[in-house]
């Protein structure tokens, strides 16, 4: 991860580097736009839909700040595993996993200070691809060539 100069890079009680202006109404912010955002969209939009009825997205929305916070500041909330939902959706392909990573980027690139934004980057880059080699497994593809997704590359 690179920080800006300007934006120094600060130990939170976690014992983490947490980048200036990065706090929990960030992360909220972050949650709250880039889920609107991906709802509307047109290639990951319907996975969601399918997946998540109506009625249940403020309490989801709630479980990703949870999951965000805690990986990025050390929160400790987020106590669930979701790795075996996503291996349990068929339906994804590389083209969500861009699409996720794409829209994720401009929306923390658009949000965040540079340092925070280049953290939420680096720790999407991460799980999207982890949820790929994963689904690869699951697939049955025993020695899969993927390249690694880069979210500016998307």
């Given amino acids: 991860m690179t920080t800006d100069p300007a934006d120094p890079p600060r130990l939170a009680r976690t014992g983490r580097l947490v980048p200036e202006g990065l706090d929990e109404a960030m992360v909220r912010a972050v949650v709250e736009t880039f889920y609107a955002r991906a709802r509307a969209d047109d290639v990951i939009g319907p996975v969601f839909s399918s997946k998540i009825a109506p009625d249940a997205w403020p309490a989801h929305l709630d479980t990703i700040t949870d999951f965000w916070a ?6 400790a909330r ?3 595993r979701p790795m075996p939902k996503h291996l349990a959706m068929p339906e994804l392909t590389d083209a969500h996993f861009s699409r996720w990573l794409k829209l994720f980027a401009e929306t923390v690139l658009e949000l965040c200070p540079p340092g925070a934004a280049a953290l939420f980057i680096d720790r999407a880059e991460r799980i999207g691809n982890n949820f ?3 689904l690869a497994l699951r697939r049955g593809e025993t020695d ?8 500016l590359d998307s």
């Fill in 70 to 75: 805690s990986m990025l500041l050390g929160a």
């Fill in 78 to 80: 987020y106590g669930g």
């Fill in 132 to 134: 790929r080699m994963g």
């Fill in 144 to 151: 899969p060539q993927l390249t690694y997704l880069r979210a």
